[in-house]
């Protein structure tokens, strides 16, 4: 019984292991910050970062909305 129960608890923390270093996570996404120079700039619609631009488009790193263009 208590073999069983040491191979479960191995499992078990080997599982979230590898679940938290999930390396397709919004957390871990790379987004450019835009410079004053660049034409196309995104940011989040919600305002997550403040008037934070990026110069590709992609998701917010805070809340994981989709970035808009500014205008």
Known sequence: ???IISILTVVTVVTFA????????IKNQKLIVASDTASVKYQCPMKCEGDTAYT???QCP?????????K
């Open 56 to 58: 590709t488009a992609g």
């Open 1 to 3: 019984m208590k073999k």
């Open 62 to 70: 805070v809340c994981a909305m989709d970035l808009e263009k500014v």
């Open 18 to 25: 590898t679940a938290c270093n999930n390396s397709g996570s």
